[in-house]
């Protein structure tokens, strides 16, 4: 489950370039929060990537279809969001499968990216994403926004990550617009948090995971393993 790992199978989990930043929310699309972050993201013309739970995309096809029109990244999170490294074979590709129609259906195309939920992974679940076309994303930072008290203990915890690396790569950042317990989590600090983000960090580039610097070379090596 940690996301660098590579034990059970290669990853994304950066970009090549320290001048772009890639914002990623989990487990949504969720009202009104999700909808808060796309009027953010465009006010600061920052492209994002969403990895979407089916049956929220079945609950409000709008919101997807909001996301999409937006012009940002919108990957598979499974169907009920459980942790893989637990489902049957049968039961982990029904959850890829059943997310993937639901997209399709709301958006007229299948994803091309999946990121397992909490990270929760092992070499079947990485196989089942590559043989449906997508490409496993993990990531290089965690917001730890899901527990967050206020904005500000989100943005020390991406702010100390980013500096601890050195300006080494491209950050994928781990954020949530949804929960995955319910539909409708509270999500105000992490909008809060986002617009925060996109001042401090104005000198990067905010670019959805597949224009990420390395992404197309990662994705053929991924291929390949």
């Known amino acids: 489950m940690a996301p660098g790992a590579q034990l059970y199978g290669r990853t994304v989990t950066h970009g090549d370039d320290p001048g772009q930043m890639a914002l990623t929310y989990d487990d949504g699309p969720n009202d009104p929060h999700t909808l808060r972050l796309l009027e953010l993201l465009a006010k600061h013309n920052a492209r994002a990537t969403f990895f979407l739970i089916g049956r929220y995309v079945r609950q409000r096809p709008d919101i997807a279809r909001a996301i999409q029109a937006a012009g940002h990244e919108i990957g598979n999170h499974t169907f009920t ?30 994803p091309r990216l999946f990121r397992p939920p909490f990270g929760g992974r092992r070499p079947n679940v990485l196989r ?32 100390r990550q980013v500096d601890s690396h050195n300006g080494k790569h491209g950050e994928i950042i781990l954020l949530h617009d949804g929960g995955h317990l319910a539909f409708g989590a509270d999500r105000s600090h992490t909008v809060t948090a ?24 990662e994705t053929l090596m991924t291929e390949r393993d």
Not at 148 to 157: L, N
């Open 81 to 110: 969001h459980p942790n893989l490294i637990f489902l049957s074979a049968r039961k982990l590709r029904q959850e890829l499968d059943d997310c993937n129609k639901a997209l399709e259906d709301t958006l007229g195309a299948k």
């Open 194 to 217: 986002t617009q925060r983000l996109l001042e401090m960090y104005a000198g990067k580039e905010f670019v959805s995971v597949s224009w990420l610097k390395g992404f197309v070379a």
């Open 128 to 159: 089942t994403a590559r043989a449906l076309g997508m490409t496993p994303i993990m990531w290089s930072i965690t917001g730890f926004d899901w527990s967050a008290k206020s904005p500000g203990y989100v943005i020390g915890k991406v702010t």
